[in-house]
């Protein structure tokens, strides 16, 4: 009846105002209504996110103190002091030209130990783990010039220099290495360097990670995965290929046991922040015009080092044409045989060409 007593004027607009103030109520009722409800909505999701945080730190401590038990090493380590490091390194053989063996990513001495036993029979063969990878202690920072300043303190310690500077053979990032080694000492300090499966230029990955994995998470991740040991073996085999023998239970412990060293962690979130070990364009100039012996060995199926990039290191390095062996990634392990040969090949024509440093005939 009110509304009868009204005018069409003020029907119409009643009318008007009670639709808008339904929709109004029907989108969640007045808008400093509304406005506090996705307050209170937002309050409560971040209140969730922050427990789930606490939650699953809580829990990734849990499991690293249940699991926070010292990694054990091998009883009868060889281990050399010298330069502000301690290094763990093999030994092969007695006599003939020194060879010292530097690994790559997440190897360590033990890798060589077919090849050092190949090459010991003729020459004194030294393999050394670098910091931050296996027994040798923690010496950060993990860069390529700090393990470069490792190996001639550990040339140093043993007394091959001068007359008795031995070849530097480096395998895959392990050739940055070396590279950085042979122009930091000069050929007082390297008889030869060779670049095995390896070419010394930059591998970045995702840098952010680097500072992403921080403790808790980087140790639970590090735990879970060196646990799995379907996990090595599936890498040992696509890097090593059909031709190398497959890992026993002691195998995968060689290869796990020295990444749950002191000092791993670091060294994996280092490398992810900064790329592993690589040389720039000026070093590989300088490296290049030093007057020592150079060369390339590459395994002709290697997934990470393609036949054209083995020639364009070997132009890179002022070396010969690279020299191929049966293999993939892991050439040492697979055809340490045919690795030998040719060093044996590189040491006995270690004479330099008249221009760019290059092997003679």
Not at 215 to 236: F, K, N, V
Not at 298 to 313: H, I, N, R, Y
Request: proline residues 9%; positive net charge.
């Amino acid at each position: 009846m009110s509304l009868m007593r009204t005018g069409p004027g003020r029907l119409l607009s009643a009318i008007r105002d009670r639709g808008g103030a339904e929709s109004s109520m029907g989108d969640g009722g007045p808008p400093g209504r509304r406005g506090g409800r996705v307050r209170r909505i937002a309050r409560r999701a971040g209140l969730t996110v922050v427990a789930l945080v606490v939650a699953v730190t809580g829990a990734r401590f849990g499991y690293n103190l249940a699991t926070d038990v010292p990694a054990p090493r091998p009883s009868g380590l060889l281990m050399i002091r010298g330069g502000g490091f301690d290094t763990r390194y093999r030994e092969w053989g007695a006599s003939g030209t020194p060879i010292v063996l530097v690994p790559g990513a997440f190897e360590t001495a033990d890798t060589f130990a077919a090849l050092g036993a190949v090459l010991g029979g003729s020459h004194r063969v030294f393999a050394l783990d670098l910091t931050g990878t296996g027994y040798s202690a923690p010496s950060p920072p993990y860069s390529a010039a700090h393990l470069a300043q490792q190996v001639l303190a550990f040339l140093t310690a043993k007394g091959l220099t001068g007359d008795s500077a031995p070849v530097l053979v480096g395998h895959s990032s392990g050739a940055a290495v070396v590279g950085l080694a042979a122009v930091a000492g000069g050929p007082q300090a390297v008889r030869g360097v060779v670049f095995l499966d390896g070419d010394a230029t930059p591998l970045s990955g995702p840098g952010f990670l680097g500072w992403l994995l921080i403790d808790p998470y980087r140790t639970t991740l590090l735990r879970l995965a060196l646990g799995q040991s379907w996990l090595i073996e599936r890498l040992y085999s696509s890097q090593c290929g059909p031709s190398c023998p497959p890992l026993s239970a002691a195998g995968v412990e060689t290869w796990r046991l020295p990444l749950e060293q002191p000092g791993f962690a670091s060294e994996v979130a280092y490398s992810l922040r900064h790329g592993i070990p690589s040389m720039t364009p000026g070093e590989f100039g300088a490296l290049r015009v030093l007057a020592v012996p150079k060369r390339v060995i590459s395994g002709v199926d290697d997934p990470q080092m393609s036949a054209s990039d083995a020639a364009a290191t070997a132009r890179r390095i002022g070396a010969p044409q690279p020299a191929f062996v049966p293999g993939r990634h892991l050439t040492m392990i697979s055809s340490p045989e045919q690795v030998a040969d040719a060093l044996e090949g590189f040491i006995a024509a270690r004479t330099l060409g008249p221009e760019d440093g290059t092997l003679g005939p």
